[in-house]
């Protein structure tokens, strides 16, 4: 019984230091507070229902508190004296005086004098309840209210009695670590929703509270300690939201729109449709199902007929053929038969385009052609060489020279062009006799092909060397009147050889020029050295 | 400001037509109606010292304590409390209109006016709250100021007087009415 007395009565103790404590702590910082804020000699300030008047020690004299008396007055009372005592102020170093006067009259005029030494030091009058100096509000709370920028915020006000409704709150608020708040008022209610905030952010919030000055007056209390609240984050703005979609249903609506006008020219771009060559071969695919034999057999006479003049019209590739064979005489040397061949053959290059069956010569060049054809025929080694030759496959040249120098000949032929042209005189001499006299021979039966064979291309020809003869051979592909000059034939020809080459229907203008490079030419034998 | 004392008259005059009725009066108990004669009591002191003639002359006025102890006040009950009001009232209100005649500047005078029907807009109110006094016996002039009056010389310590009537008892007195705490409750 006794120890829990006891253990009461120091709680009660350890509470009263507590508010005794605080008391003190919020009286000092009032004091402070008026000290700055406060112009009168004597600073008044309700604390509770006690009325605290101060004043600051002389720096002149170091005096003792003794010495000061403060006495009051109200309402044609007598003066009444008051206690005074010091204070010495830990954060100013400055020491005050102060006179607390206990439930002092209300809404009467009070008349405060201090004297000191018997005379007169401040005087002041004042009315008690309009120097209220409330201490900061309590339990500040600050709560997200769920919805976007918005944060709830309450309190409670201090306890004063008679003056609930007669408070005036103020709350600032500041995102953390921001320098730059606002401030809110509001009257009586302790609670408050801002709004407008930024979401996501964390804020603090201060409260601070005074008389509303109708009833009582006062000074602003102090801060309260931040409290912090964090907003809740942003929801999609519906609106937003709408117009997202909005966009993105136009955007479907147009690409529709441009796929199903324009899908052939997509598909087409996309999915690209396989040739065929069907359209070339008419029947083969839908009559004989692909069997081209049978196909070929029934529109045989009609299709060659037809593939002469399509080859001819449209495969023609041009064959340059380069000869120092000269077509005029042919009773002159080898270099004099050969020469105005040459001649001939330039002069007929150069007037091309103009009408072909024109161009070719007189039956004695034609007769020495078929003169030299036999004496090839004659010679065995001819289908050497034109087999050598063959295997080359790359030009043709036809050499008039005598059979010992076939090997060098050969050789010869193997080098470039350029090489083997430069050596005037030689024997190896390219030469378009063979085609020539293939062209002769055919020139009676065939004569419109001879005559599609010297179809020039219509791009220009690079001017040759001196005395070196070219001709332009329209390579007709497939043609019959080219299957004299096959191997076979070849050798019936006669002594000299006349070298066949196998070229294909390439057409390769821009090889034409004398660049001593060699092609490829011709699936059909041909005689006649090529480009 | 004028209008609004206006309005409350006639109201006090309708509800004092009816009082007689059975059917009780309402009772008024929102603040911010003192709180408006507040206001304009103050606005009078405010005139008052800017005043430069014709701001009436020094004569003793007989006023109400305005001094309120809250140890003292609370243990006295509600009719006490109402009947040092109404008298106080009853002091202010004869002051101010013996006042008002020997003032000519117009803005004080009706500030004056102004005050003297807020007076009267009181005593309805307390009426309303059934909180009027029982006996209206008012001490005398000639008898000595008692312990609920006192005395100024001038029109300026009287309006000084009136605002903090109005601010300390009679506004204690009508927060604390019973009506208005069965209302609330």
Not at chain 1, 23 to 41: N, P, R
Not at chain 1, 71 to 91: G, I, Q, R
Not at chain 2, 101 to 130: C, E, F, M, Y
Request: net charge negative; hydrophobic share 35%; glycine share 6%.
């Amino acid at each position: 019984m006794t120890k829990m007395r006891s253990d009461r009565l120091k709680i009660v103790f350890m509470l009263c230091l507590a508010f005794v404590t605080t008391g003190g702590q919020h009286f000092e910082s009032k004091v402070a507070q008026l000290l700055q804020d406060e112009t009168e000699d004597i600073k008044c300030f309700v604390e509770g229902k006690d009325l605290t008047c101060f004043w600051e020690e002389e720096e002149e004299k170091n005096n003792l508190h003794d010495q000061y008396t403060f006495t009051y007055s109200y309402e044609n009372k007598n003066k009444m004296p008051c206690a005074v005592s010091s204070l010495s102020l830990l954060a100013s170093n400055k020491t005050i005086f102060f006179c607390k006067l206990s439930k002092p009259p209300f809404f009467a005029t009070l008349n405060v004098q201090v004297l000191r030494d018997g005379r007169m030091l401040y005087s002041r009058s004042l009315n008690a309840e309009n120097f209220l100096f409330l201490d900061p509000p309590r339990n500040l709370t600050v709560l997200s209210s769920g919805k976007e920028g918005q944060l709830n915020v309450s309190w409670l006000p201090p306890p004063l009695k008679y003056m609930d409704d007669s408070m005036i709150y103020e709350v600032r608020y500041a995102v953390e670590g921001s320098n730059m708040g606002k401030v809110e008022v509001i009257k009586v209610s302790t609670m408050l929703v801002l709004l407008g905030l930024q979401s996501d952010t964390r804020y603090k919030v201060w409260v601070r509270v005074k008389p509303d000055g109708v009833s009582y007056k006062g000074y602003w209390s102090a801060w309260t300690e931040p409290v912090f609240g964090v907003t809740p984050p942003s929801d999609m703005d519906p609106l937003i939201v709408l117009l997202v979609l909005f966009i993105g249903l136009i955007l479907c609506l147009l690409s529709l729109t441009v796929f199903l006008s324009q899908h052939k020219f997509l598909l087409k771009k996309l999915w690209p449709d396989i040739p065929t060559p069907e359209h070339k071969f008419p029947g083969l695919f839908t009559v004989y199902k692909g069997d081209f034999k049978e196909w070929m057999s029934q529109n045989n006479g009609s299709m060659w007929g037809r593939s002469v003049h399509v080859y001819t019209e449209e495969l023609a590739s041009p064959l340059e053929v380069l000869s120092e064979v000269s077509l005029t005489s042919h009773g002159t040397s080898q270099r004099e038969e050969r020469k105005p061949p040459e001649e001939e053959e330039e002069k007929e290059s150069e007037r091309s385009d103009s009408g072909l069956t024109d161009r070719w010569r007189e039956p004695p060049q034609a007769h020495w052609l078929m003169e030299q054809l036999k004496a090839l025929q004659e010679n065995p080694e001819s289908r050497s060489q034109s087999s050598l030759l063959q295997s080359h496959d790359t030009y043709v040249t036809l050499n008039q020279g005598d059979n010992e120098r076939q090997a060098d000949d050969v050789f010869e032929e193997t080098l470039p062009l350029q090489t083997l042209f430069t050596t005037a005189g030689t024997s190896s001499l390219s030469t378009s006799r063979s085609d020539l006299g293939s062209l002769q021979q055919s020139s009676g039966s065939g004569r419109l092909s001879s005559q599609s064979s010297f179809e020039y291309p219509n791009h220009t020809w690079p001017p040759k060397g001196p005395g070196y003869a070219y001709m332009a051979v329209a390579d007709s592909g497939v043609s019959m009147d080219y299957s004299p000059m096959s191997s076979s034939r070849i050798a019936e020809l006669g002594r000299h050889r006349m070298y066949t080459n196998d070229y294909k229907n390439e057409i390769f203008p821009h090889k034409w020029p004398f660049s001593g490079q060699y092609i490829k030419s011709g699936s059909e034998s041909c005689a006649g050295p090529v480009w | 400001m004028q209008t609004f004392s206006g309005l409350v008259s006639v109201l006090m005059v309708f509800v004092w037509l009816g009082g007689n009725q059975v059917s009780p009066l309402r009772p008024i108990c929102d603040l911010r109606v003192l709180d408006h004669f507040v206001r304009e009591a103050r606005d009078s002191e405010v005139i008052m010292r800017g005043c430069r003639g014709g701001c009436g002359v020094m004569k003793p006025y007989l006023v109400p304590l305005t001094s309120v102890d809250f140890a003292v006040w609370e243990h006295i009950d509600v009719h006490g409390q109402a009947v040092e009001v109404w008298i106080g009232l009853s002091l202010l209100d004869q002051a101010l209109s013996n006042a008002m005649k020997t003032v000519s500047n117009s803005p004080l005078a009706n500030a004056l006016d102004n005050n003297i029907s807020n007076i009267h807009s009181l005593g309805h109110i307390l009426h309303s709250l059934d909180l009027q006094a029982r006996s209206t016996v008012l001490p005398d002039d000639s008898a000595p100021a008692s312990t609920q009056t006192q005395e100024v010389s001038s029109l300026s310590e009287l309006l000084q007087v009136q605002s903090s009537f109005l601010r300390g008892k009679v506004r204690l007195l009508l927060s604390a009415a019973p009506a208005c705490q069965r209302q609330n409750s």
